[in-house]
């Protein structure tokens, strides 16, 4: 068979691969993909090297040496295996109708695209296609992509990709980016079939009003008074039209318009995309200062080096570089500026309660997963993304500038940020901390 190339924006977390046309054989063996401009600047990342600090290099591993078979499904092959293997639930589905994937041209409001993920993976299903799409956050390399091959009979063999990802997944155009990251875009979609894809798609983070959201996406629950643009196609020249007629209406589920039976569950939960544009924010983050503060550090010091005098100042450009770069992930963490949630946002099924019941609590319960819904989205203004194995693997002088700084917040020193989260959060936080990341701050 030959592959081809598809270069779509990407509507959802995943979005175009360059799939090989010749076999790995004929590659330099040290590298499962090629990405020439990112091992040139950024050679000690390696990106094009084995990623072998992610959850899906671990289930490749399983699988190539036999201690892990995935079955298969008739109704939707090895999908629901992949999600037990991984450790993703399936009420965090979330369903995407805007032709937008490495397999667009299956993907229509009646056979949206499916996506699933936990902590630090993220899985791409449509029904009948030949390939599952994953994006994992690897602790050394950031987002990396792969495809786990979805036809009965096969063994279900998952390849990393590169190439044409990156056409999207890279953020070289956005001016000091540089660095693989995660979409999820609000694309508004033209009725009856999608047109060319054009610039009024928004990349959401959590700051993203939500009136600007989840255009191209399907949305179920409850969105109290909330209008917002999921639900709804679109026709050039006109407004937005739900499908259902009204506007942001409220769906317990999708059977009256999808096949649900073609996915493990009928929803596509409103709190499950919250949580994911959250997430999606501070993965970027964290990918973005793990990948450039190194290099630039490295630079200045070279400069510091070949200077004969002047050492106060290239020590305060390096410290402000360092600055510019963790600033934005400490307020992504205490989720400064993220948007406020209306009263009445509920879950349509068991995600919200489930999520919140993770874990880890400390000894009175209190969890950095706890939901709010009235007004924001966690009870806590702290992320649980701390928490995780890519957070711990954030280069040294990067997690040492992260926790002086959460630290400073939490002792009420920092005059922009304490403020705004009050003594008995600051205070239940250090105390929430010391138990379930003990010695992370004074």
Wanted: proline share 7%; aromatic share 8%.
């Amino acid at each position: 068979m030959k592959w081809h190339r598809r270069e779509l924006l990407a509507g959802g977390l995943l979005g175009a691969f360059l799939l090989p046309s010749m076999s790995q054989s004929k590659r330099d063996p040290a590298r499962e993909i090629d990405v020439p401009r990112y091992d040139a600047d950024y050679p000690d990342i390696g990106y094009s090297s084995p990623a072998m600090h992610n959850r899906v290099w671990r289930l490749r591993e399983a699988m190539a040496s036999g201690a892990l078979e995935l079955a298969w499904h008739p109704s939707c092959g090895y999908l629901a295996a992949l999600l037990a293997a991984l450790r993703i639930e399936a009420d965090t589905q979330t369903l995407v109708f805007s032709r937008t994937s490495l397999q667009g041209d299956l993907v229509t409001p009646d056979t949206p695209r499916a996506l699933y993920f936990n902590d630090d993976t993220y899985v791409g299903y449509i029904p009948g296609a030949g390939h599952i799409e994953l994006t994992t956050l690897d602790a050394h390399k950031g987002p990396v992509f792969y495809t786990l091959e979805n036809v009965r009979g096969e063994p279900g063999k998952i390849r990393r990709f590169g190439g044409a990802c990156l056409t999207c997944h890279d953020n070289y155009s956005l001016m000091g980016g540089g660095a693989p990251r995660i979409l999820a875009l609000s694309l508004p979609v033209e009725a009856p079939a999608q047109g060319p894809v054009d610039l009024l798609g928004i990349d959401v983070d959590h700051r993203t009003p939500l009136a600007d959201r989840w255009g191209g996406w399907y949305v179920t629950g409850s969105t109290g008074q909330l209008v917002h643009r999921g639900n709804r196609q679109t026709l050039e020249g006109e407004a937005h039209a739900a499908l259902d007629g009204e506007p942001g209406a409220d769906r317990p589920s999708l059977e009256e318009w999808i096949d649900t039976s073609r996915y493990p569950v009928p929803h596509s939960d409103v709190v499950a995309l919250l949580v994911l544009e959250h997430q999606k924010t501070v993965h970027n983050l964290m990918a973005r200062v793990a990948w450039k503060a190194p290099s630039g550090m490295q630079r200045l010091a070279a400069a510091r080096a070949r200077a004969a005098g002047g050492e106060a100042e290239l020590a305060a450009r390096q410290q402000k570089l360092l600055d510019s770069m963790v600033d934005p992930l400490v307020d992504a963490l205490f989720m400064i500026d993220a948007a406020p949630i209306p009263a009445g946002v509920a879950a349509g099924n068991g995600f919200a309660a489930r999520f919140s019941g993770q874990g880890p609590a400390d000894a009175a319960g209190r969890s950095l997963r706890r939901l709010d819904l009235d007004g924001k989205l966690f009870r806590w203004p702290l992320s649980y993304l701390l928490l995780g194995e890519a957070f711990d693997a954030l280069p040294t002088p990067v997690m040492d500038a992260v926790r002086t700084r959460i630290g400073a917040v939490l002792r009420g020193a920092d005059s922009r940020r304490s403020p705004l989260l009050g003594v008995e959060d600051r205070a239940a936080l250090r105390e929430m901390l010391a138990q379930v990341k003990p010695g992370f701050v004074d």
